[in-house]
């Protein structure tokens, strides 16, 4: 799609004069101007003390992605086969969901104390639910059309699962997964941000103590480089789950 | 079709299975398994809780905190759905934008919190645009996806009708995209509150974010989760609210 | 042959053309088409699937304009504005999830500023010429497919139009009911009066309604003939054991068969629907 390329590449240079626009209208003490802070960005990616922070961050993010994947899909799978526990559950999961888990901060921060093990379970508590979530209204909309046809095929519970009720329910797992593991990377952060002495988190937390404004700035914006790369290469798993439909 | 006596014994597991979870907790912290320095029992949280409101010793931090979430939902919720109107009639510009913004999420925009403060100073100001910021994106997504959720056939109606393009846009597509427009305001004023709170607990000078980063910071164990059992009861309340009338409509409506 | 419009809608070698993007090739969808329906007359048109059946309807409607030739109803030209005095059911679910049934019907009343009482009493009046009365306070989510099809049915009727254009209205409902709306179709035609033209895949349908029926060719849609059935004024469902019948379908489907298989052959660009 040769216009979509255009069209983003038209937005990109939208928003970034936009944001030179704000730059000058609110001066440097606010806002970094886009080019200080690529520049920034560009020069933190040479020293080693961001790829320590990073590195920190990267495995804190991997252990908690892989706890709040595979206990959200265990968890939604339970609830999604099981009609009754999952009527039960529905309603505490949502609001497990919606609570502000940052005002749980000091609770996590008693329990696990300052290090990367609350980081992990800051990340947790913001991704396993939503998966969670995701994963048991997955298996509760698979069509009920496709549990008979199992049944006709004469497939074993297990084989029906695997050949056709896990396909099925596929895409919407994997919409369940992009959303939580955003939401991971963002409790992780949020993480380092109060509890932590290393990771991208904590250093933006030591720039904004010293109000490092184009530091900041350069950290969120790697940040978010990563977080829509991340989530454009899971629409892109997703849309070939769905193949076309 | 579910039938009424499902429903009530759903309700009496779940009831059952919260409160057997708020015992076990109770039993626990009696027994000295989870220590008194890391959690007092929920008794006594709530005994803390009576004690701050009757005593009425943070009233002020309450009503500071409610008014900012107030104002920064109304902000984002208007505007989010402004924006997410606007974006909807300019497709060039939706697309390549919709996945930027599920991309929002994943940053702590709280981040920029110290330099709205810059901008408006230690106070109410920062505070509600850190909330209104945060809330924003969830309208904006939602306000795209309720408008462009809209059947064909009901804008061929609207044609059929003779309605102009204001009226089937007021009459027949954002009644139309109502439940998802209140999907994205119950997520709206959750974000709000995350934002406000966030910014409290890393500056502010009241509210029940700072109340409960100081008494945390002083080791004010009782203050800290009577604040929090406050916060939390006060977010299910409103979240409980909205999801009911978001499940109201949604049922009414169908699933479309 | 041309000149002078005959009919209460007239069009005169009208064509329709989709301009292609994206590099795709232009989809010559409809045409060249003449045809004249009477006021007051049931037609039918029936053709295979994507042979530009809906194309056709919108331009009767004026939902859309023609590339060349010329549509015109009641003398004036349709230029991609609806008249007044159209009235359209289409296939897909139309009725308005977030009103009750009553307001759905009330809906194109109450834009025409009329008088409450004499907007509650049309409305009932349709409720109850519907078979609706007991669920006027019902959502449509409440209701089957059929039921919500009579909503929009009625939302429609309600607004006495000239002209009732009908998009595969039946194609949801299962085959008893749809004899059974056929028969409550022919008696709001006749009890209207209005002209009604349906675009259908059914041949039954088309046999048993129609005073004269359409086949249309496989893209671009054209006419290839037009069969009048003959029958009277006042018929219902019960014809099907008329013999004529048998012939009508059976030479409907002669007709159609070979376009079918034609428009099988050629992939489906998703212009239809």
């Known amino acids: 799609m040769k216009s979509s390329r255009t069209d983003f590449l038209l937005l990109a240079a939208g928003l970034l004069a936009l944001w030179q626009l704000v730059h000058w209208a609110v001066g440097p003490d606010v806002l970094a101007s886009p080019w200080a802070t690529i520049a920034r960005a560009a020069g933190l990616m040479r020293t080693s003390a961001f790829w320590d922070h990073a590195g920190a961050t990267a495995v804190a993010f991997a252990v908690a992605a892989f706890i709040s994947i595979v206990g959200g899909i265990a968890l939604g799978l339970w609830l999604g086969l099981r009609r009754f526990a999952g009527d039960v559950a529905d309603p505490i999961l949502g609001t497990l969901y919606s609570i502000p888990k940052i005002t749980l901060y000091p609770i996590i921060l008693l329990i696990f104390g300052l290090g990367v093990s609350a980081k992990i379970a800051f990340g947790v508590i913001h991704g396993v639910f939503p998966i969670a979530i995701f994963t048991m209204n997955a298996v509760r909309n698979v069509a009920p059309v496709y549990h008979r046809t199992a049944r006709v095929m004469r497939l074993t519970l297990l084989g029906a699962a695997l050949t056709i009720m896990a396909p099925a329910a596929l895409p919407e797992i994997l919409a369940g997964i992009r959303v939580g593991v955003a939401l991971t990377l963002l409790g992780v952060l949020i993480g380092e941000l109060f509890a932590a002495t290393a990771g991208l988190g904590f250093a933006l937390r030591r720039a904004m103590d010293i109000h490092a404004v184009t530091d900041i700035m350069a950290i969120a914006l790697l940040l978010f480089v990563f977080a829509a790369g991340a989530n454009a290469l899971l629409r892109i798993v997703e849309r070939r789950a769905r193949h076309g439909g | 079709m579910r039938c009424r006596s499902h429903d009530i014994k759903v309700g009496v597991v779940r009831a059952a299975l919260i409160l057997a979870s708020c015992a076990a907790l109770e039993l626990l912290c009696r027994l000295g398994i989870i220590n008194r320095v890391t959690m007092i029992p929920p008794s006594e949280m709530v005994a803390a809780l009576w004690n701050i409101l009757w005593a009425g010793l943070y009233n002020a931090d309450i009503l500071f905190t409610l008014v900012n979430v107030v104002a920064a939902a109304l902000l984002a919720v208007i505007g989010g759905f402004l924006i997410g109107a606007a974006l909807h009639a300019l497709p060039r510009v939706r697309r390549p934008l919709v996945p930027l913004l599920s991309a929002y999420y994943a940053i702590p925009t709280f981040v920029f919190y110290p330099l709205l403060i810059v901008v408006f100073g230690v106070g109410r100001t920062a505070l509600i645009v850190m909330g209104a910021m945060f809330g924003v994106v969830a309208m904006i997504v939602n306000t795209t996806l309720g408008l462009g959720h809209v059947p064909p056939v009901v804008a061929k109606t609207g044609a059929i009708l003779r309605l102009d393009g204001l009226r089937q846009l007021a009459l027949l597509r954002l009644p139309s995209a109502a439940p998802h427009l209140v999907t994205g305001v119950k997520l709206a004023v959750a974000y709000s509150v995350i934002g406000i709170v966030a910014g409290e607990f890393i500056l502010a000078t009241e509210g029940i974010g700072k109340r409960i980063a100081y008494a945390y910071d002083n080791f004010d164990n009782r203050t800290m989760y009577g604040m929090l059992l406050l916060l939390l009861i006060g977010v299910m309340a409103v979240n409980g609210a909205l999801s009911s009338w978001e499940k109201r409509l949604h049922r009414r409506f169908g699933q479309r | ?273």
């Open chain 3, 1 to 273: 042959m041309a000149g002078e419009p005959e009919g209460q809608i007239s069009l005169r070698g009208v064509t329709k053309v989709f301009p292609g993007h994206d590099g795709h090739a232009d989809v010559h969808a409809l045409g060249p088409v003449d045809l004249d329906i009477a006021r007051g007359e049931f037609f039918t048109v029936v053709g295979p699937s994507g042979c530009g059946k809906s194309t056709l309807l919108d331009v009767l409607a004026g939902l859309s304009t023609v590339t060349s030739g010329s549509a015109t109803f009641e003398g004036k030209r349709l230029d991609g504005q609806v008249p007044d005095g159209i009235g359209a059911v289409f296939q897909q679910d139309a009725s308005f999830f977030w009103l009750d049934v009553w307001d759905n019907v009330a809906f194109g009343l109450r834009r025409r500023g009329m008088a409450k009482a004499d907007m509650a009493r049309r409305v009932d009046d349709a409720l109850a010429f519907m078979g609706l009365a007991a669920f006027a306070k019902a959502f449509p989510a409440q209701l089957s497919g059929g039921m919500r099809q009579r909503v929009c049915i009625a939302r429609t009727l309600v607004l006495e139009p000239k002209v009732l254009l009908l998009d595969e209205p039946f194609g949801a409902l299962d085959q008893q009911t749809r004899l059974l709306m056929g028969d409550e179709l022919l008696r709001i035609w006749r009890e209207t009066g209005a002209t009604v033209v349906l675009i259908t895949h059914a041949l039954d349908e088309a046999a048993m309604l129609s005073d004269r029926v359409a086949v249309m060719s496989a893209r671009p849609g054209r006419f290839i003939e037009i069969v009048t059935t003959g029958w009277p004024r006042a018929r219902d469902s019960r014809i099907v054991s008329d013999e004529r019948f048998g012939a009508i379908t059976a030479r409907l489907w002669d007709k159609l068969r070979e376009e079918s298989l034609r428009a099988m052959k050629t992939p489906d660009v998703g212009q239809e629907d």
